[in-house]
C-alpha cells in the first residue's frame, strides 16, 4: 500500500496523523498539560540523542513553593536541562527555564520543578528508573546499564538515601537489634541497628564504639526510648553501657544474641581441636585432618556422607569430643520457656564446662556465667539478631556487591539504601505549580 501523506488523510486518520507529528507526540509521551507545552523538539541522529524544549502559555500565575499561594510571574530562572528516559535508543534531554514567583511572603523563589527535582540532573521518570535498577544491581553495572559514570550513580544512590531517612518516620523500633558486621579483612567493623519486627536497618556507624551507638538513642526522648521493648545484641561493653544509658529498664530488655553466645564456646572448641590435633601430627598422624567443621557444625547439619568418620572419631577418647558434647548440650539451654529454668540449666552445664579440663571451655563458661542474666530474658523476650534473617541475607548481597564502594561512606550509603526500608523515590509537587487564563478568564491548569 502506498504511503499517505499528510494532505490525503481523511477524518478518521487524523487522529493517527496526529501522533506522527513530533510535538504533539512528546506531548502525549510527557504528559504535558496546559499551560505548558513543546516548543521544539530536535532529533540529532548522528549523536543519538533527543532534545525537548519546553515553554509555557505568556498569561500564567505561579505557585510559591513554600506557601502554595498564586501570584503574577516574576521572571525565569537559567534553563536546566533534565535527563529523561530514552526515546528509543536515543538519550532524550527536556530544556525547560522555570518561572520564577515574587511572593510577598517569601520573596523571590523558583517553582517546585514539575519535570525532575531542583538540583538534579534527571527527570522524575529517568532518576526513578535508576533507582529501579539500582536496586536490583551493582553500582557498576547499574552506571553501565543507564549510560551514567560512576560518580553520577553514587550521587543517585546517595541523593535517594537522603531523601528516605528525611521522609522516614520519627520512630523507635520496639523490638531492635544491635550488631556489627565485619565488611573487609582486617577487621574492620561496621555496626548496625535493626527494626526486628520490620526487617529493616535503622542506623550504621562505622565502628563499635559507646559514642556511636549513645548517638542513636539520642534522636529520641526518653519517653520515645522507653517504648523498646527488647535489646538483641552480642557481649560487647560497649554497647551494653550505651543501652544502659538511654534505655528506661534496659537490665531486662537486654538479649543477649544466642548466636554469639554460642560463639563464644565453639570459638573454644575450635582451639581445643587445634592445639590437639598439632599435638597428634607431632606425635605421628592426626586423625583430627581435615575435622574443624564436624565438631562446629550442629549435630543435625552434619552432612551424610561424613556421618560415619565422625562417629568413629567420637568414639575415640578425646579431648576436642567432650568439648563438642559440652557445646551441643548448651544450645539446650534456649528450649526452655522460663527464666528460671534457663538458669537451672546453666548451673548444670556451667558445673559441667569448668570441670572439664579443659581450659578454653571454662574460659568460656566463665564469660557467659558473667552475663548469665542478659541470656536468661531470652524466655521472657524470644529475640535474635537472625530474627533480622531478611536483613543478613540483603547485607551480604550488599557486601558481595562492594567492590565497587571504594569508601566505607558508599558501603553506609549501599545498606541504606537496600535494607533501610525507606522510600527513595522523587516525587514532583503534588499541586500544579502553574495555571493559565481561559477565555473566560478564570486561572485553572497546571500538569495533574
Ligand atoms: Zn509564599
Redesign the pocket.
Known amino acids: 500500500m502506498a504511503l499517505k501523506r499528510p494532505t490525503d488523510l481523511n477524518e478518521k486518520d487524523k487522529n493517527v496523523f496526529s501522533l506522527m507529528d513530533d510535538k504533539l507526540l512528546f506531548t502525549k509521551i510527557l504528559g504535558l498539560r496546559a499551560p505548558w507545552f513543546i516548543q521544539q523538539v530536535v532529533v540529532d541522529g548522528q549523536a543519538q540523542r533527543v532534545d525537548i524544549y519546553v515553554g509555557h502559555e505568556p498569561d500564567i500565575r505561579v505557585r510559591?513553593p513554600?506557601?502554595d499561594?498564586l501570584y503574577g510571574l516574576y521572571d525565569h530562572a537559567p534553563e536546566r536541562v533534565y535527563r529523561h528516559l530514552n526515546t528509543c535508543q536515543m538519550q532524550t534531554y527536556i530544556h525547560v527555564r522555570p518561572p520564577r514567583v515574587n511572593?510577598p511572603?517569601?520573596g523571590v523563589?523558583q517553582i517546585g520543578s514539575e519535570f525532575g527535582e531542583n538540583g538534579s540532573e534527571l527527570s522524575f521518570g529517568f532518576e526513578r528508573f535508576v533507582i529501579r535498577v539500582a536496586q536490583e544491581c551493582s553500582i557498576e553495572a547499574t552506571a553501565r546499564l543507564c549510560g551514567l559514570s560512576w560518580d553520577q550513580s553514587w550521587n543517585i544512590l546517595e541523593r535517594a538515601v537522603d531523601r528516605g531517612r528525611a521522609r522516614k518516620p520519627h520512630r523507635v523500633p520496639s523490638r531492635m537489634g544491635v550488631d556489627e558486621k565485619s565488611i573487609a579483612r582486617g577487621h574492620k567493623y561496621e555496626s548496625l541497628v535493626y527494626d526486628l519486627d520490620a526487617g529493616t536497618v535503622e542506623f550504621v556507624w562505622d565502628d563499635r564504639g559507646q559514642q556511636s551507638l549513645e548517638t542513636y538513642y539520642r534522636q529520641f526522648s526518653r519517653e520515645e526510648l522507653s517504648g523498646i521493648q527488647a535489646v538483641a545484641m552480642d557481649m560487647w561493653d560497649p554497647f551494653i553501657a550505651a543501652t544502659k544509658k538511654y534505655v528506661p529498664d534496659a537490665q531486662k530488655k537486654i538479649v543477649f544474641d544466642r548466636f554469639h553466645v554460642m560463639r563464644h564456646v565453639l570459638d573454644a572448641v575450635d582451639q581445643i581441636r587445634k592445639s590437639e590435633h598439632r599435638q597428634l601430627s607431632e606425635a605421628g598422624e592426626s586423625p583430627l585432618k581435615g575435622t574443624k567443621y564436624l565438631w562446629l557444625w550442629s549435630q543435625e547439619n552434619v552432612p551424610a556422607w561424613r556421618q560415619e568418620e565422625f562417629a568413629a572419631l567420637k568414639a575415640r577418647d578425646l579431648k576436642v569430643c567432650r568439648a563438642w558434647a559440652i557445646k551441643e548440650n548448651l544450645r539446650h539451654l534456649w528450649s526452655y520457656r522460663y527464666q528460671a529454668h534457663m538458669r537451672n540449666y546453666f548451673k548444670r552445664w556451667y558445673f559441667w564446662a569448668t570441670h572439664s579440663r579443659l581450659k578454653p571451655i571454662k574460659k568460656a563458661a566463665q564469660t557467659l556465667k558473667v552475663h548469665i542474666d542478659n541470656i536468661v530474658t531470652y524466655a521472657k523476650h524470644r529475640i535474635t539478631n537472625a530474627l533480622g534473617e531478611a536483613i543478613n541475607a540483603k547485607i551480604e548481597k550488599v557486601k558481595r556487591m562492594a567492590c565497587g564502594f571504594r569508601n566505607r561512606a558508599h558501603y553506609r550509603t549501599a545498606i541504606y539504601f537496600h535494607c533501610g526500608g525507606l522510600d527513595l523515590f522523587p516525587k514532583p509537587p503534588t499541586l500544579p505549580t502553574l495555571c493559565f487564563k481561559t477565555a473566560s478568564s478564570q486561572y485553572v491548569g497546571g500538569t495533574h
Open positions: 510559591c513554600v506557601c499561594e511572593c511572603t517569601h523563589k
